[in-house]
């Protein structure tokens, strides 16, 4: 079992930045891919960004050019740095780990809200 554990969301003016972190409780190294994903009052949970043990990201166009995902596998940790914020990235941002054979784990989530 690991535990992922979200933070850095809270209140931010529109046009402001918000660096979210995911601590893993177990290593990160054996993941295909970390990801983020947010969901929105009355959504569906979607993709933000994922990267994999390569180093490899993959963005929702919503995210590309504003957003950028990185991990450092010596801390376990993957960062999710969002900049030019806009009133609809509102949502509870989630992490999750991919470690394949449908073994997956999610965090609790991080509130992000973009507001003036």
């Known amino acids: 079992q690991v535990q992922l554990v979200e933070s850095g969301g809270g209140l931010v003016q529109p046009g402001g930045s918000l660096r979210l972190s995911c601590v893993a409780s177990?290593?990160?190294?054996?993941?295909?891919?970390m990801g983020w994903y947010r969901q929105a009052p009355g959504k569906q949970r979607e993709l933000v960004a994922t990267?994999?043990?390569?180093?490899?990201?993959n963005y929702a166009e919503s995210a590309k050019g504003r957003f950028a995902i990185s991990r450092d596998s010596a801390k376990d940790t993957v960062y999710l740095q969002m900049n030019n914020l806009k009133p609809e990235d509102t949502a509870v941002y989630y992490c999750?780990?991919?470690?394949?054979?449908?073994?997956?784990?999610w965090g609790q989530g991080t509130q992000v809200t973009v507001s003036s």
């Open positions: 177990g290593s990160i190294l054996s993941t295909l891919t």
């Open positions: 990267i994999t043990s390569g180093g490899r990201t």
């Open positions: 999750k780990a991919n470690y394949g054979l449908a073994r997956f784990y």
